[in-house]
């Protein structure tokens, strides 16, 4: 749900919103690496979980008023 949420609000510019689905797909990324077994598994979820909190980061850093 929290990707084709995303998709919507890309397209749609609420930048903002949109910044704050993808830390959320971050945070679900690094719990899935809390639960799985195979330490590869672990790191693939905890790269993903990075990716999604660095692109959420920037969005936000350029926003031009970030806090509402």
């Known amino acids: 749900a929290y990707s084709e ?5 890309k397209e749609n510019s609420y ?3 949109y910044s704050r689905i993808i830390n959320n797909i ?3 990324y690094r719990k899935l690496a809390q639960i799985v077994d195979k330490d590869e598994e ?3 979820y905890l790269v993903k ?6 692109e959420a980061l920037e969005i936000y850093k ?3 008023d970030p806090i509402r």
Do not use: C, Q, R
């Open 5 to 9: 949420a995303s998709k919507i609000y």
């Open 15 to 17: 930048l903002y919103d």
């Open 26 to 28: 971050g945070i679900v």
């Open 42 to 44: 672990k790191a693939e």
């Open 49 to 54: 979980a990075l990716k999604m909190h660095e």
């Open 62 to 64: 350029n926003l031009e």
